[in-house]
């Protein structure tokens, strides 16, 4: 297997925080897969605390490369007492790049 190439993509989570806060800046940019709403519906966790999650939270899990070739990354925010971690990764589609929500953790 030739690490070289991922070697120098690699992404510190100083990076991924940088890359995924501007892809969040536009919500559009950000899906939820199924997993993800359920998540949210059983822990009571809205829209809202996971957009400051990802907007404002702190590294959890360190980034890293999934088999996909996605970077992903667990991250907390402590909002209004609850604390919110949600596993996120980013994609490349066509049209740039969007911010997976993979599941919600509360």
């Given amino acids: 297997m030739g690490m070289g190439m991922a070697q120098s993509m690699?992404?510190?989570d100083?990076?991924?925080l940088r890359k995924l806060?501007?892809?969040v800046s536009d919500s559009h940019r950000v899906v939820l897969t199924k997993?993800?709403?359920q998540r949210m519906k059983q822990r009571r966790i809205n829209q809202r605390q996971l957009m400051e999650c990802l907007r404002k939270g702190r590294?959890?899990?360190p980034?890293?490369?999934t088999i996909q070739g996605d970077w992903k990354a667990t991250l907390e925010h402590q909002y209004a007492g609850d604390v919110?971690?949600?596993a996120v990764a980013i994609e490349r589609q066509e049209d740039g790049e969007v911010a997976v929500?993979?599941?919600v953790m509360g």
């Fill in 14 to 16: 100083a990076g991924f």
């Fill in 21 to 23: 806060r501007a892809i």
């Fill in 101 to 103: 929500v993979v599941t």
């Fill in 63 to 65: 980034a890293h490369l």
């Fill in 10 to 12: 690699q992404l510190t």
């Fill in 84 to 86: 919110v971690r949600a």
């Fill in 35 to 37: 997993h993800a709403k």
């Fill in 59 to 61: 590294i959890y899990e």
